[in-house]
């Protein structure tokens, strides 16, 4: 099982970015997919989950009408989109796969906003 993310990423603020996460060594629309970030110096924040099997999504509160969440079932990829960037969203972003608690991580990927 693997979860490969796509690599670092430098927006400027108020721009968009997509975060991919592509599955592999499992049957994708078997498992949800969470979306977890990492700012420095701070611990772990969820921010929601999709289940590739549907396209059903919840998002923490927080972020909500600010991310969506999508997955490609023809590749087997998850993607996190997160608008109107600003300052505080520079962290690392995980995809993880739900397994009775998250099981498989990403690598993570490091997204900076900045001007």
């Known amino acids: 099982v693997q979860l490969v993310q796509s690599g670092a990423d430098l927006r400027n603020p108020g721009a968009s970015v997509t975060v991919s996460c592509k599955a592999s060594g499992y049957i994708f629309t078997s498992y949800y997919i969470d979306w977890v970030r990492q700012a420095p110096g701070q611990g772990l924040e969820w921010m929601g989950r999709i289940d590739p099997e549907d396209g059903g999504t919840k998002y923490a509160q927080k972020f909500q009408g600010r991310v969506t969440f999508t997955a490609d079932t023809s590749t087997s990829t998850a993607y996190v989109e997160l608008s109107s960037l600003r300052s505080e969203d520079t962290a690392v972003y995980y995809c993880?796969?739900?397994?009775?608690?998250?099981?498989?991580w990403g690598q993570g990927t490091q997204v900076t906003v900045s001007s």
């Open positions: 993880a796969r739900r397994n009775s608690g998250m099981d498989q």
